[in-house]
């Protein structure tokens, strides 16, 4: 399996961005759970997961950077 393209999380929309985030956190949760009691048949997953989760939030962050960008060039 590849790792998630950054691409796919920009095409996302604001409330979708914030779902995927929740639902991407959850799977880590679970993973861990899942690692501590020594259920875990994937730990590559816990790179994807990771990686993927850290895309979702740099989009998340870029979006709340443009916004702000936006925000004060309106207000000179």
Excluded: C, W, Y
Excluded at 13 to 42: G, N, P, V
Excluded at 55 to 75: K, Y
Aim: glycine letters at 2%; aromatic letters at 4%; zero cysteines.
């Amino acid at each position: 399996m590849a790792l998630p393209k950054i691409e796919d999380a920009r095409k996302l929309s604001d409330e979708e961005l914030a779902e995927e985030i929740a639902a991407t956190k959850r799977k880590l949760f679970d993973l861990r759970f899942q690692q501590a009691t020594r259920r875990l048949e994937k730990p590559h997953e816990f790179k994807h997961t990771k990686h993927r989760l850290g895309q979702l939030m740099t989009v998340e962050r870029e979006r709340e950077i443009a916004q702000t960008e936006i925000a004060v060039n309106s207000e000179q």
